[in-house]
């Protein structure tokens, strides 16, 4: 199994500030993926980050807002952009390798004032 | 990928069976069952998957249908570590190549 890290673990913004969340893995993985879970809720696939290409966006969500890159195949960074309080929430990066599970990191609890 | 039915809540007793059911009734002939919890603050850790046979592994096991419309995760002797959300996801036999579509899951207690 791989081991995700991701930094910072929580943060408190203020509105209309951005913030960098990085994930690192502790080997080489094909895909990375970014998650957002609100308070309450279930997770939201956000985007697939594609090593060395743009993101793949799910409907909803746009790049100028999440930002995300994924510079070699051990990390990615999704920044939350002028942010609101409404996006308070986890986020959280999750990679796959060629089987069929997908691994989690511990995720970025962001609260926006 | 197909849609999938799960209960909201659910109890058991600490040391007894917990089986958590989830329809699927949509589910076509080249998608897996997959099943994921979430421990309060923590990332979804994977627990099983299957296509049609039963599967069984350290954490639990999964029986599926006949007809693959519905399937039951079952941990066999519960712990309190084992309350949690359980997520039932249905997709594509693509396995990792896409990120996964969460339900609202089964958030399972288990009582002491």
């Known amino acids: 199994s791989a081991v995700i890290s991701q930094k910072p673990s929580r943060d408190i913004c203020q509105r209309g500030t951005s913030l960098t969340i990085q994930c690192q893995v502790d080997?080489?993985?094909?895909?990375m993926f970014w998650y957002r879970q609100q308070p309450g809720q279930s997770l939201t696939l956000i985007a697939t980050?594609?090593?060395?290409?743009?993101?793949?966006?799910e409907s909803g969500f746009v790049i100028d807002k999440f930002p995300i890159s994924r510079p070699n195949l051990t990390f990615s960074t999704l920044t939350v952009s002028n942010m609101s309080p409404e996006d308070s929430s986890i986020y959280l990066c999750?990679?796959?390798?060629?089987?069929?599970?997908?691994?989690f990191g511990p995720g970025t609890r962001l609260t926006v004032l | 990928d197909a849609k999938t039915t799960q209960p909201t809540s659910m109890d058991c007793a600490e040391g007894r069976a917990a089986n958590l059911p989830c329809n699927h009734s949509?589910?076509?002939?080249?998608?897996?069952v997959y099943w994921y919890r979430q421990i309060h603050s923590q990332g979804p850790q994977y627990i099983i998957h299957?296509?049609?046979n039963n599967e069984t592994n350290e954490m639990a096991s999964l029986i599926i249908t006949e007809d693959r419309k519905s399937s039951t995760l079952i941990l066999p002797h519960a712990t309190l570590r084992d309350t949690a959300v359980y997520y039932c996801?249905?997709?594509?036999?693509?396995?990792?190549?896409?990120?996964?579509?969460f339900g609202k899951g089964t958030h399972l207690i288990i009582q002491p």
């Open positions: 999750s990679v796959a390798s060629g089987s069929n599970e997908q691994f």
């Open positions: 080997s080489q993985v094909t895909m």
């Open positions: 980050a594609n090593q060395g290409s743009e993101a793949t966006y």
């Open positions: 949509t589910i076509s002939g080249n998608e897996y």
């Open positions: 299957g296509l049609k």
């Open positions: 996801i249905v997709r594509d036999s693509g396995g990792g190549a896409d990120g996964l579509t």
